[in-house]
């Protein structure tokens, strides 16, 4: 699999996408290998969790944020296959711990040196 073969890739060699300068082009394509390796490994450490939600380490949050977000969710389990919690970009984003996670961390890591994530 390419996570276990080919990590890290070498971030020098990027094409440029987007009309982005270099710099830019090597922050988002950590990034984007950041998210789908953070997928992976929550995946992969099964049972540990029922759902999967992209957050960065800056994120303020309101008091009950956690509760209101895993109440949705749970009334609509089945009907699901991401949900927003957020207009910010990737942040926010609630998977289920399950295949769609896995499907989501595959098509990142698919078009992660040629588009953002978000």
Not at 49 to 63: A, G, M, R
Not at 72 to 87: P, T, V
Not at 99 to 108: E, G, K, N, V
Request: proline fraction near 6%; glycine fraction near 2%.
């Amino acid at each position: 699999m390419f996570y276990k073969n080919n990590f890290p890739p070498d971030l020098e060699i990027i094409k440029t996408t987007l009309e982005d300068p270099p710099a830019r082009m090597v922050w988002r394509t950590k990034q984007n290998l950041d998210y789908a390796y953070a997928m992976l490994h929550v995946y992969n450490s099964k049972p540990s969790s029922k759902y999967y939600v992209q957050l960065e380490d800056d994120i303020i949050t309101v008091p009950g944020f956690v509760s209101e977000m895993l109440r949705f969710a749970n009334n609509n389990s089945e009907k699901f296959f991401m949900i927003e919690f957020s207009s910010l970009g990737f942040i926010g984003r609630m998977f289920h711990n399950n295949h769609d996670l896995l499907q989501m961390a595959h098509f990142i890591l698919l078009l992660y040196n040629s588009l953002p994530v978000d």
